[in-house]
């Protein structure tokens, strides 16, 4: 009952911004303006997609703790851990959103932002490591220094994948029901997937961006919730599963962080030679391409239901992700 007094609260208080959006759009001063280079967006967009992502998730956990609803992810403080964490990444991603910030900067606000929430909350850190081909667990001397570069890497890798309408929102959807359907937090994250679909509306006609903001707190949350799954439940993800589900964000990054490298570019300024700009390219269509880019991120996961070893899984990612980017760029010179 409590479940569904819950989910009929976010359902109607998205209902009500999704049908007054336009009103509540015009007073939020932040927006994406296009600059016919990395934005080509043809209209200024509201960056409210973050914030409204934010309100959810305080309201969420603020009901589910006043409920009293026994799951265990709310027994103890790493609760505050996701809601400081989000927060503290929706505000950098904002600043960016609206100041530009200079790559370099940035990435020194997400790495002391992560610091700072580690050193709150130690309990966050891994004592050991858990491979799924691998018959025992292996102590874990450098968690601290692994946290503070993995959080990183999936923000950059999250907002990365966020540059054409719906793909960083379906993508978002598909982890979150990937959480659902193996059991965990099932309550909090299908509550969480109602902003989701609204928002997926707008952005799909253009009126809302999640924004940075919005991918770097959507990166908390799943970051956090993997890590917390990871400590506490054996039956759940192993840390290659875990890799695996991420995967084609985590690659496209990195052919990115190389190629840029290779061009004497800044690693994490921005460009249009991502995974998505490479087959919008091809298709000439972005709702094709966001179909194509999404099955590329599926279709890992699935194999994981199969029970084929993890080593299997990337390597046959890698070679589908590549030989997809090397034929897409062919057909476009």
């Not at 994406?32 to 409204?52: E, F, Q, R, Y």
């Not at 929102?169 to 359907?181: A, E, G, N």
């Amino acid at each position: 009952m409590e479940f569904f007094f819950l989910t009929l609260f976010i359902l109607i208080f998205n209902l009500i911004i999704y049908l007054k959006f336009e009103i509540i759009s015009s007073n939020f001063i932040f927006k994406d303006n296009p600059d016919g280079k990395l934005k080509k967006h043809t209209k200024p967009a509201s960056l409210i997609g973050g914030l409204v992502i934010l309100i959810n998730l305080y309201l969420i956990i603020f009901f589910l703790k006043l409920l009293n609803i026994s799951k265990p992810f709310f027994y103890n403080d790493f609760i505050y851990m996701v809601i400081l964490l989000s927060t503290l990444f929706y505000v950098i991603g904002l600043i960016d959103d609206l100041k530009n910030l200079n790559p370099s900067k940035k990435l020194l606000f997400l790495v002391i932002s992560i610091i700072f929430v580690i050193f709150l909350f130690p309990e966050a850190n891994l004592e050991h490591i858990r491979i799924s081909f691998l018959s025992q667990n292996y102590a874990f001397k450098y968690s601290f220094f692994f946290l503070v570069l993995s959080f990183a890497l999936l923000a950059n890798a999250i907002n990365m994948f966020d540059g054409i309408n719906l793909q960083l929102i379906l993508f978002t959807f598909f982890v979150f029901i990937i959480f659902i359907i193996k059991g965990f937090e099932a309550i909090f994250f299908g509550t969480l997937l109602i902003p989701f679909i609204f928002l997926g509306i707008l952005n799909f006609k253009s009126k809302v961006f999640l924004g940075d903001g919005g991918a770097y707190l959507v990166s908390a949350i799943i970051g956090c919730t993997f890590i917390y799954q990871y400590k506490n439940f054996e039956n759940l993800f192993f840390g290659d599963e875990v890799f695996i589900i991420l995967s084609i964000p985590a690659i496209d990054m990195l052919r990115l962080f190389v190629t840029r490298l290779i061009n004497k570019k800044h690693p994490f300024k921005g460009d249009l030679n991502h995974l998505h700009h490479i087959v919008l390219k091809f298709t000439k269509n972005n709702s094709l391409t966001v179909l194509i880019t999404i099955t590329l991120c599926i279709l890992p996961s699935l194999l994981l239901f199969f029970k084929i070893e993890t080593y299997l899984i990337l390597i046959l990612t890698l070679v589908f992700y590549f030989v997809l980017i090397f034929y897409f760029k062919a057909k476009t010179k």
